[in-house]
């Protein structure tokens, strides 16, 4: 799959209509970013990253991203009372 022309420069772009983000480095047919740009929903993140489209509350395409859900992974499996002692 080639890189949308207006993504050129960008390696994540979001979905607005489903708060996804796909890896445009990684993508397969199933992130369908063709549509995506025809729909002109899309979202891009300064900076770009992973983090910063999770900031802005889009969850990981799995089968770009490699990654389930939408939890930092930084944050994942830690459980409260380690998160409260942080604070």
Same mark, same amino acid.
């Given at each position: ?29 199933? @992130? ?24 802005? &509350? ?5 089968? @770009? ?11 994942? &499996? ?10």
């Amino acid at each position: 799959m080639s890189r949308p022309t207006r993504f050129e420069h960008n390696q994540y772009v979001g979905d607005k209509r489903s708060r996804v983000v796909h890896d445009l480095d990684a993508a397969t047919d199933a @992130c369908r970013i063709d549509d995506l740009m025809a729909s002109e929903q899309f979202a891009a993140f300064g900076p770009d990253s992973l983090a910063e489209a999770r900031n802005r &509350g889009y969850r990981p395409h799995p089968p @770009c991203t490699g990654q389930k859900g939408g939890g930092s992974p930084a944050v994942a &499996g830690r459980t409260g009372a380690e998160s409260d002692s942080d604070q």
